[in-house]
């Protein structure tokens, strides 16, 4: 019983710590070079977009390394894949509403319409652009009041843009 134990011990948890190390330290490598990419000057997105594509870029990385520790536990990635896929299809039509948002929110940071400091009017408020995220847009109102609109009704309805 201690041998096969040791066996197993030898065969698989050995290599699948080695590579949850590894891919630690590749992921700790591959965050410094986006973050470093994202802090340079001379680039086209906006810094509202950071966050998302750091989030990203760990998620990936996360489910790479635990895709290549599977195998090694006897855990078919084929059909967990498929579980996944799945799950994702489900959640993407129990989500679409947040997913539009999402989209929405994406159009914005990449094509700039408005961006922080600007005054736009949308949604029957008024006010200047305080934060653009994923899911709402922020403004703060000519009487101080702040009001989140969501990415879907910004992108669609500005109907007024001062740039100041």
Known sequence: MAEKLLAFLEQNLLPAALILIAGIIVRGILLKVVKKLLG???RKLDKSVDNVIITLVNLVIWLIIIFTICPYFGINTASLITVFAA?????????QGSLSNIAAGILIMVNKPFVYGDFIESA?????VESIG????TIVTPDNKT???TQDMANRYVSALYIP
């Open 40 to 42: 340079r000057e001379n």
């Open 124 to 128: 029957g408020t008024s006010g200047t």
């Open 147 to 149: 009001v989140s609109i």
């Open 87 to 95: 799950a994702g299809a489900a959640i993407a039509l129990a989500l």
């Open 134 to 137: 994923l899911f709402a847009t």
